[in-house]
């Protein structure tokens, strides 16, 4: 299979099935000397992990981080970091009723034409479960730019039709609701909107917002590599995303010239600064030394207990109604998902960026 791989100088490539033996990761390409280690991960991998609260799954998994290679005494060492998180609670008998079923709004379907076999069991690769490889390397990725005074922080900011009020943000909030979100009020009616969807064997979709502080100007390249593209690119590669923003995103296809420009000015100190951030920190495909400001949008979770139309291999039409632990909302795990894939992203065109010029 391929695709499994991502980045080019800070390079990634991920394995495992959401029921085999393990998931993990191996990072080649990252710098040596970078203090590392497993509380480092761990601290990523433990907002993204089952069982947090009443819209997570009920899958009881630890996902305990060992790192197998590639750090000696605290630190990288420059050679390949291998990291594995065992897989305990596998429930593959969940799935021995849907083994010849295609789920709607899932990868059942295409991965069976595609290869002519898929694993059943969770959904294998097509798992969200595969996204702990992502996570661990993230944090690698963002112990590597705190390095360089560079922040990712990412947060729900939506569920359904229940949105961040910015009078109410409150970043400290996130950490403080199974939501993730930055308002308690916003976060309190998400999840009275969330009880009612369970009791209706139904589930949510919803918004994450991600912002990344202290990229200096210039990151990123002019044309296929772009910024915003390889952003866009890792975010989209995220199960369940179906839509993507830098900086206003849509909104910009409604605004004239006059009002989308960001007016740069040198402020008291001599730096060059924006009055507005309409581009979410990129122009032409580089950072411009502003917040980078990207928004990823969440399709429902597509395994509900509600009867569902669909086929079985045989080409038949069957109903079918789907059991198990699965999250009514996928947005909260989300987050850190975000945060790893972005900072991937900035990590590896950072390293590339070196080498721009003498």
């Not at 980045?7 to 998931?23: L, N, P």
């Not at 709607?104 to 490889?133: L, M, N, V, W």
């Not at 008291?268 to 411009?288: A, Q, R, W």
Request: proline fraction near 4%; glycine fraction near 10%; aromatic fraction near 6%.
């Amino acid at each position: 299979m391929a695709g499994s791989t991502f980045g080019s100088v800070f390079r990634i490539a991920t394995w495992g099935e959401s029921h085999g033996k393990a998931v993990g990761v191996t990072i080649d390409g990252c710098p040596a000397g970078l203090p590392l280690c497993e509380a480092d991960i761990q601290e990523y991998l433990d907002r993204r992990k089952p069982g947090q609260s009443r819209f997570t799954t009920a899958r009881k998994e630890g996902d305990e981080v060992e790192i197998l290679s590639g750090v000696f005494e605290g630190q990288t060492t420059g050679t390949p970091i291998t990291m594995v998180v065992w897989n305990r609670d596998q429930r593959s008998k969940d799935y021995s009723a849907i083994m010849n079923v295609y789920r709607p709004g899932h990868a059942d379907y295409c991965f069976d034409q595609k290869y002519g076999f898929r694993d059943y069991r969770g959904g294998g690769r097509s798992s969200a479960r595969e996204t702990i490889a992502r996570v661990a390397a993230g944090a690698v990725a963002c112990k590597l730019l705190s390095h360089y005074g560079i922040a990712v922080t990412a947060y729900t900011k939506s569920i359904g039709i229940f949105e961040v009020d910015p009078e109410r943000f409150d970043l400290a909030e996130r950490d403080r609701n199974s939501l993730y979100m930055p308002d308690s009020v916003a976060a309190a009616e998400a999840a009275e909107y969330l009880e009612r969807l369970i009791a209706e064997q139904d589930s949510a979709g919803g918004v994450v917002e991600c912002v990344i502080h202290g990229v200096p100007a210039g990151v990123g390249e002019p044309v296929f590599d772009k910024l915003d593209a390889r952003l866009a690119a890792a975010v989209m590669s995220i199960g369940a995303v179906k839509g993507f923003e830098i900086g206003d995103g849509f909104a910009a296809a409604r605004a004239c010239g006059s009002q989308n420009n960001d007016a740069f000015r040198v402020d008291e100190s001599g730096n060059v600064v924006k009055e507005t951030n309409h581009s979410g920190g990129i122009l032409g495909g580089m950072s411009d030394g502003s917040d980078i400001l990207l928004r990823a949008a969440f399709k429902p979770t597509p395994s509900i207990a509600k009867e569902q139309h669909t086929i079985n291999r045989d080409g038949e039409n069957v109903e079918i109604s789907i059991h198990g632990r699965h999250d009514p909302v996928v947005v909260p795990r989300a987050v850190v998902v975000v945060e790893a894939m972005a900072a991937l992203t900035v990590a590896d065109l950072l390293l590339m960026n070196r080498c721009a010029k003498v």
